[in-house]
């Protein structure tokens, strides 16, 4: 895909102001589907300026000029509000760009707004940021109600937002946050691909943290080949960032080898089983920490009671934290009090080392690739949504590069995705995996006449393409029923691809 519109930016078939208006359009006629927070128009077109500029003098910045992307409303922007959906932030203007969003500006990216998620990135269902608040209320009220107004899907989270924008064409790239699933999940609800990179492959400066242990930029795109673009402009060590990593090259153009003859065996990654109660002491000890910084005297909100300082913290962060936030931050101080730190915090560290050493021992066993579900069911309907995320968090507690690619369409006609998990620092591997999946799938990926013819028809059926539509797609041979997929299957190639 973004070969493909490069290709036609640089031979004049569209030129980048055609595709930023393009994207905009749809942006305001897709407004239903809340997923961005903020649009960038004016930083677009300048931005847009400056590569047709570029594109006159044959001085492209390479496959990435002139390309809209968007971001999700957790990494620091330069001049735009940052509010990581909470009243919290609102109104915050970060004075630098984070890392990956500077880098894909330096490549000419054209930056087309910020995206909804949850408060903080905490969930997964992206339903529980402030700017989702209209539809909480709603359910609220009458909780088993058949109102349309109910009846929609949900897209995964935390970065829903940001999966919606690229489902919806108004962007051709997108970064979002991975901590135990925000990436994969929302990716395989929406038929694209979601790739965590290895812990400290890629920067997080500027990614306002959930859990400074877990948190990875992700990548969405329409296709393994696109983000093996974008990790490639991405990866690298950086000096702002305390955990980053020295450069592993990841080429732009690589092999697929040839895996008919791989072997494929059962493993059992026995801890597993502790990983939801473990990731939550970690998550709410780290949550507590990280919140701590928002007191309300440096930026974002601050209530007007000024009886005493005490009174100021505990009404600022009451105003501008929801319910979800603030039980993670009771439950994070109950787990770091002195009398539970060891029984609580420090085995939860203990059994997050356990898992990693589980994933250690299968690999060293031979094992090049870990195949399970992304997720075990298509996008559910938001009177019936829970917590899904259980089989993506393990890959972030061992720091390991995942995948999330699209399989088939069950039930419902909605998709779901396949995650493919890989030993660290391997990403070149998995990735290489990823595309030979991929083709063999071969789910179809939506040229770009037929997204410049298309979309002006698709968008006149209203409310309904918000539902079906955007994520309709040809059918395929599709998967067994989740619940008869091995827990763990591990797919062994030994194609010494390995960065």
């Given amino acids: 895909m973004l070969g493909q519109i490069s290709a036609a930016l640089k031979q004049g078939q569209i030129t980048p102001t055609e595709l930023c208006q393009k994207c905009l359009s749809l942006i305001k006629k897709t407004k239903f589907l809340n997923a961005y927070i903020t649009v960038s128009e004016e930083e677009a077109f300048k931005q847009t300026e400056e590569s047709e500029k570029r594109s006159k003098n044959e001085q492209s910045l390479g496959d990435l000029d002139g390309i809209p992307i968007a971001v999700k409303d957790n990494f620091s922007t330069s001049g735009i509000e940052t509010a990581c959906a909470s009243n919290r932030l609102k109104g915050y203007i970060p004075p630098y760009n984070a890392t990956v969003v500077q880098k894909l500006l330096d490549q000419g990216e054209l930056l087309m707004g910020k995206t909804n998620l949850d408060e903080f990135a905490m969930g997964s269902g992206s339903t529980d940021g402030v700017y989702s608040k209209q539809y909480r209320e709603k359910r609220k009220q009458n909780p088993h109600s058949k109102n349309e107004d109910l009846d929609w899907l949900i897209t995964g989270g935390s970065l829903g937002g940001t999966a919606v924008a690229m489902s919806a064409f108004t962007c051709y790239v997108a970064l979002g946050s991975a901590t135990g699933g925000s990436t994969r999940n929302p990716a395989a609800h929406c038929r694209?691909?979601?790739?965590?990179?290895?812990?400290?492959?890629?920067?997080?400066?500027?990614?306002?943290?959930?859990?400074?242990?877990?948190?990875?930029?992700?990548?969405?795109?329409?296709?393994v080949d696109d983000a093996a673009v974008v990790l490639s402009v991405l990866a690298g060590h950086d000096t702002n960032d305390y955990v980053s990593k020295l450069c592993i090259e990841i080429p732009k153009e690589y092999l697929v080898p040839e895996l008919s003859r791989a072997k494929v065996i059962e493993v059992s990654i026995p801890h597993t089983s502790y990983s939801i109660v473990c990731y939550h002491v970690l998550c709410t000890s780290e949550v507590t920490?990280?919140?701590a910084r928002l007191d309300g005297l440096q930026y974002g909100h601050r209530c007007d009671i000024d009886v005493s300082t005490q009174s100021?913290?505990?009404?600022?962060?009451?105003?501008?934290?929801?319910?979800?936030?603030?039980?993670?931050?009771?439950?994070?101080?109950?787990?770091?009090?002195?009398?539970?730190?060891?029984?609580?915090?420090?085995?939860?560290?203990?059994?997050?080392?356990?898992?990693?050493?589980d994933f250690a021992n299968a690999f060293n066993s031979g094992?090049?690739?870990?195949?399970?579900?992304?997720?075990?069911?298509?996008?559910?309907?938001?009177?019936?949504?829970?917590?899904e995320d259980n089989r993506t968090r393990t890959v972030n507690m061992a720091g390991l590069p995942a995948v999330s690619v699209p399989a088939a369409r069950p039930n419902q006609g909605l998709p779901v995705g396949l995650q493919l998990t890989g030993h660290a620092f391997c990403d070149q591997q998995l990735l290489t995996v990823a595309k030979w999946f991929e083709k063999q799938v071969q789910f179809p990926v939506i040229q770009l006449q037929e997204?410049?013819?298309?979309?002006?028809?698709?968008?006149?059926?209203?409310?309904s393409l918000s539902r079906v539509q955007l994520l309709s797609f040809p059918s395929v041979t599709p998967l067994p029923p989740a619940d008869t997929v091995p827990a763990q299957v591990l797919i062994s190639s030994h194609s010494g691809y390995c960065s």
């Fill in 451 to 463: 997204l410049m013819d298309d979309f002006s028809s698709m968008i006149t059926q209203g409310a």
């Fill in 367 to 387: 094992v090049d690739v870990l195949l399970t579900p992304t997720i075990l069911s298509e996008a559910v309907p938001y009177l019936e949504f829970i917590k």
């Fill in 312 to 357: 100021m913290y505990a009404s600022t962060r009451q105003e501008g934290f929801n319910d979800v936030l603030r039980g993670r931050i009771l439950s994070g101080n109950f787990f770091l009090l002195k009398e539970n730190w060891e029984n609580d915090f420090i085995k939860a560290q203990k059994v997050q080392r356990l898992i990693a050493n």
């Fill in 289 to 291: 920490l990280n919140m």
């Fill in 192 to 223: 694209l691909v979601g790739f965590k990179p290895s812990y400290g492959l890629v920067s997080h400066h500027g990614l306002i943290p959930l859990l400074n242990l877990m948190n990875v930029p992700g990548i969405l795109t329409r296709c």
